[in-house]
């Protein structure tokens, strides 16, 4: 079997995602996999956060005769174990963290009135059942 570790196209129409997977050669781009070994999205506005791979397996899978893709080849160069742009990536990853908790949750405004409403009824409640 000649197993080639390309992309299988995932997503909806205008919003494309990738999964890295090892795959056997005569399968449809879209078909069965032998295992995932990663994601790309290219809709991340960091860039070298787009890649996230598992370089211990793609490792492995390229040890035992795993033919890479010319896409997945340059990102394995990039974001792989002992990649050009590893440390790139782990900075960007980091900053899109810092954004993710920066930004209020949609529905915390909602949650939190609830919350300080049921608090207000608690005390109220509690007292008038003790006497």
């Known amino acids: 079997m000649a197993v080639r570790i390309r992309m299988k196209k995932m997503g909806r129409k205008h919003r494309p995602f990738y999964r890295i997977c090892a795959m056997d050669s005569r399968r449809p781009r879209d078909g069965r996999v032998l295992e995932e070994l990663g994601t790309y999205d290219p809709l991340v506005p960091e ?42 990536q782990r900075a960007a990853i980091d900053r899109l963290a810092q954004v993710r908790h920066r930004r209020p949750p949609l529905r915390a405004p909602k949650a939190a009135a609830t919350e300080t409403a049921a608090a207000a009824e608690s005390p109220v409640s509690a007292d008038s059942a003790g006497e």
């Open 47 to 88: 860039t070298d956060a787009r890649a996230l791979l598992k370089g211990e397996r793609i490792s492995y899978w390229l040890s035992v005769g795993a033919q890479p893709s010319d896409k997945v080849k340059v990102l394995i160069k990039k974001y792989g174990l002992g990649g050009t742009h590893v440390e790139a």
